[in-house]
C-alpha cells in the first residue's frame, strides 16, 4: 500500500523534528505533545493521553464487531551524546535519538494518516505511542495502566529498524525474537581501617574479585542452560579514592542475557549462589538487586505469518532469522497478555549501528514500514 510522496515528506520532516528535539525515558511530554498535534487531523476515534506516563494511543474504531489489532512504537531517546553534524541533530546536551525511536514514531504516525482516509472493514485499530522502552519500564506500565483495559488487543505487533541488514527488507522469526534481559546490581558491605593498619577492616577487594571471576566462569557452563545464556560485567567500584584507608565497600553491575525466560531464573539463581557464597566465606555482607528487567520477545506463528503475507503482496523481500536477537525490546510484556510479533526491517548493511553516535534512523524505510503495518491490517480486519 504505497503512500503519496506529499505524506512521505510530511512524515520526513516530522521524523527529523522529533530527531531534534529527543526526550529521555518517562520524560516524553513534548513528543507525545507532538504526536498529537500530528495525527489528530487523521480524526482517530480516540485519542487516549498519559497512558503508563507519556504514552498515547489513537483508536480507529470501525463501529462494527471485529478483532483489536495494536501497533505500537516506542518514542523515547538515549543518554548519548551525538556525533552528527546535520541540521536536525539532537539540539539537546547527552540525549539523542540513536535508537531509531523517532523513526518508528513516524511510521505510526504515518499509518495514521493512510487510516485517516480509509474505512476499517470491521474491527478496531489502535496505534500505541509508548514510553520508556529503553529502560525496561514503559510496556508494563502501559499494561498496568487502567486506561489500557479497554485496549487491550488480540494482536499486537510492533516493528525495530535493523543496522547491518539490507535496507528495506523484512526479517522475522517465530518463538523467541529478542532475549530477555537484565541488570544486576551487587553491593558488598564490608569495614573500612587506616591504611596502615588493614588487619583492623575488612576489605571486600579479595571477594569483588573472586565474584568476577565466579560470574564469568557461569559462562563457560552452558550445558547447565536450556538455550542462550550470557552474563557481561558493566561496572565495578571499590571504595574510594583516598590513599589513608582501606575500602569497606564494593559495587559490581552485570548485565544477563537469555534466549528463554525460564533460563533467565536459572542465571539469576547461579548469580546469587556465587555472590552469596563468597561474601558468607569473607564475612561479607551483601545485596543483590535487579534492574531494567525485560522479557523474551516470544513471536506468535499467526502474527508472523500475517507479516510475511502483508510483505509478500508488497513485493518486499522477506528473510527467516535462524536465531534471535541478544538485545531485548520490551514489547516481549505485549507477547505474554496477547498474540504478539516483533519484526525487523533493515536499516542498511554499512549503517552505523544502534546506540552509535552517529546513528541517525533512515527515512529511506519509513514508506515501507507505513505499508507493511497497513497490510497487515489488511489481512485481520480488511479495508472497503
Known amino acids: 500500500m504505497p503512500i503519496s510522496k506529499e505524506l512521505l515528506a510530511k512524515l520526513i520532516k516530522f521524523r527529523q523534528h522529533l530527531h531534534h528535539f529527543p526526550e529521555l525515558s518517562g520524560n516524553e511530554s513534548v513528543t507525545s505533545k507532538t504526536i498529537i498535534d500530528f495525527i489528530e487531523p487523521t480524526k482517530p476515534s480516540e485519542i487516549i493521553e498519559n497512558i503508563g506516563g507519556y504514552g498515547l494511543a489513537a483508536v480507529y474504531n ?12 516506542d518514542m523515547d531517546a538515549l543518554p548519548i551524546q551525538e556525533s552528527n553534524q546535520f541540521e536536525y541533530r539532537s539540539s539537546v546536551k547527552d540525549v539523542a535519538h540513536l535508537c531509531g525511536h523517532d523513526g518508528h514514531s513516524a511510521i505510526l504516525a504515518g499509518v495514521a494518516h493512510m487510516l485517516g482516509k480509509m ?3 470491521k474491527g478496531v485499530v489502535v496505534l500505541l505511542f509508548q514510553p520508556a522502552e529503553e529502560v525496561g519500564r514503559g510496556a508494563a506500565a502501559v499494561i498496568a495502566d487502567p486506561k489500557f483495559k479497554s485496549l487491550k488487543p488480540d494482536y499486537a505487533f510492533a516493528l525495530h529498524n535493523l543496522p547491518g ?27 573500612s581501617s587506616h591504611a596502615a593498619h588493614p588487619e583492623d577492616g575488612n576489605n571486600p577487594d579479595k571477594a569483588m574479585a573472586q565474584i568476577i571471576l565466579g560470574l564469568n566462569f557461569i559462562n563457560k557452563f552452558q550445558n547447565d542452560f536450556d538455550d542462550f545464556s550470557l552474563l557481561t560485567i558493566i561496572h565495578a567500584k ?13 559495587t559490581l553491575m552485570a548485565t544477563l542475557r537469555t534466549y528463554l525466560d525460564s533460563d533467565m531464573k536459572k542465571l539469576k539463581r547461579e548469580v546469587e549462589s556465587t555472590v552469596r557464597n563468597v561474601c558468607k566465606e569473607h564475612k561479607l555482607k551483601c545485596d543483590i538487586e535487579y534492574t531494567e528487567e525485560f522479557p523474551a520477545t516470544n513471536n506468535n506463528q499467526e502474527c508472523v505469518n500475517a507479516i510475511a503475507n502483508s510483505a509478500s503482496k508488497q513485493g518486499i523481500s522477506l528473510h527467516q532469522l535462524h536465531e534471535p536477537f541478544r538485545w531485548s525490546e520490551d514489547f516481549g510484556h505485549f507477547t505474554q497478555i496477547s498474540k504478539a510479533a516483533l519484526f525487523g ?4 548493511k554499512n549503517h552505523p549501528q544502534l546506540h552509535n553516535e552517529d546513528y541517525d534512523f533512515p ?3 519509513i514508506e515501507p514500514s ?15
Do not use: C, H, M, W
Not at 463501529?63 to 505500537?72: E, H, M, P
Not at 522469526?173 to 569495614?191: C, D, M, P, Q, Y
Not at 571499590?238 to 564494593?250: D, I, R, S, Y
Not at 526491517?345 to 542498511?348: D, K, M, P, V
Open 119 to 121: 474505512t476499517l472493514a
Open 238 to 250: 571499590l571504595g574510594k579514592v583516598a590513599f589513608g584507608t582501606t575500602p569497606g565497600n564494593a
Open 62 to 73: 470501525s463501529g462494527k464487531y471485529g478483532l483489536t489489532i495494536l501497533l505500537r512504537a
Open 370 to 384: 507505513v505499508s507493511i503495518f497497513l497490510g497487515i491490517v489488511e489481512e485481520l480486519l480488511g479495508f472497503t
Open 345 to 348: 526491517i533493515g536499516s542498511g
Open 363 to 365: 527515512d529511506q524505510i
Open 165 to 191: 541488514f539490507e535496507r528495506g527488507e523484512v526479517f522475522i522469526r517465530e518463538n523467541t525474537f529478542a532475549s530477555a534481559s537484565t541488570g544486576v546490581i551487587v553491593k558488598i558491605k564490608g569495614l
